[in-house]
């Protein structure tokens, strides 16, 4: 299952709202999680089941869909936020992830 | 605190063999499934493989089928990925990750890394 992730990068301002959108190649019902990655750090769970957050993660991540297409919003962005956002289906194996956003300042 | 350390990783011949390592630590480890997780360098992540928690079940990545090999030793707290036949396309840092089991599936914990550099 490819997944696509849209945009590649984005240039934002601290308190914008951002919207990333992960697609997969085939249904996947809720399958997903999001990742956020900084520079020489290892990924760190976000969002899973395409809409949970994961404990301790700033309620201004919000992640929705099913099926093909999810998002993952953050809603207000920090200066904290400025990282490398990932997608991956878990809904069949070999589980993939999506290419990345990197979302950085503007 | 849950603590996953990677080790093992360095400078190899393409066509040579390595084995990684992860040491788990600060949770029940053979409740957890296992991941191996790989980032070329300036690319994404590449999921390689998984165990579940027994062991019972392993899945590999398309472009590790057949030569990598993911194991576990629930009584060390430890799981492994044998790597046999490198090239060099597997240069990359490997993470090991940590997975409840719940379905949907996810990576709740991840260790720090090591480097595997194919070169000859």
């Known amino acids: 299952i490819q997944l696509t992730q849209s945009p590649s990068s984005l240039s934002a301002s601290v308190g914008d709202r951002v919207t990333i959108t992960c697609r997969a190649s085939q249904g996947i019902r809720s399958y997903i999680a999001w990742y956020q990655q900084k520079p020489g750090k290892a990924p760190k769970l976000l969002i899973y089941?395409?809409?949970i957050l994961q404990s301790g993660v700033p309620s201004s991540f919000n992640g929705s869909g099913s099926g093909t297409d999810f998002t993952l919003t953050i809603s207000s962005l920090q200066p904290e936020d400025f990282a490398t956002y990932f997608c991956?289906?878990?809904?069949?194996?070999?589980?993939?992830f999506g290419q990345g956003t990197k979302v950085e300042i503007k | 605190q849950v603590q996953l350390v990677e080790s093992g990783g360095g400078v190899v011949q393409p066509g040579r063999s390595l084995r990684l390592s992860c040491e788990a630590s600060g949770f029940i480890f053979n409740k957890f499934g296992m991941h191996w997780v790989r980032q070329a360098p300036g690319k994404g992540l590449e999921w390689v493989a998984v165990v579940w928690y027994d062991g019972s079940n392993k899945y590999y990545g398309d472009s590790v089928q057949g030569r990598f090999t993911i194991s576990r030793d629930n009584s060390k707290n430890m799981v492994y990925l044998q790597m046999n036949s490198l090239r060099a396309e597997d240069t990359a840092v490997y993470y090991c990750g940590r997975d409840p089991g719940w379905s949907p599936s996810f990576i709740d914990s991840w260790g720090q890394g090591t480097l595997v550099t194919v070169s000859s």
């Open positions: 991956q289906q878990t809904y069949s194996y070999p589980q993939t």
């Open positions: 089941a395409a809409s």
